[in-house]
């Protein structure tokens, strides 16, 4: 089992930053990948960037190209996802996952993310 807990949510205006942390803790040696994920109010929850296990693969959805970045620290087992020029429709719940094979089997309980216009 692996456990994971999101922080770094909250409100910030059009334009602004933040950095969202996910802590893993466990059997985090049998993950493969760490992704982000959000979920706006009233619809489906959508991928936002994936690393692996090395950092050195990361894919984004294309509306955060260019102002997301995705990273981890093994050595703390923390992935993190630092937000730069935001927008209110970036506005959602985001969640911290983890992969084993094929699907993200672990999943955080998820951080508020609020842009204002």
């Known amino acids: 089992q692996v456990q994971l807990v999101e922080s770094g949510g909250g409100l910030v205006q059009a334009g602004g930053s933040l950095r969202l942390s996910c802590a893993a803790s466990?059997?985090?040696?049998?993950?493969?990948?760490m992704g982000w994920f959000r979920q706006a109010p009233g619809k489906e929850r959508d991928f936002v960037a994936s690393i692996g296990w090395s950092g050195g693969s990361t894919i984004y959805r294309d509306s955060v190209k260019g102002r997301f970045t995705i990273s981890r620290d093994n050595a703390k087992n923390t992935v993190y996802l630092q937000m730069n020029s935001l927008k209110p429709e970036d506005t959602a719940v985001y969640y911290c996952?983890?992969?084993?094979?094929?699907?993200?089997?672990?999943w955080g309980q998820g951080t508020q993310v609020t842009v204002s216009s």
């Open positions: 466990g059997r985090t040696s049998s993950t493969t990948r």
């Open positions: 996952a983890a992969r084993e094979r094929l699907s993200y089997d672990y």
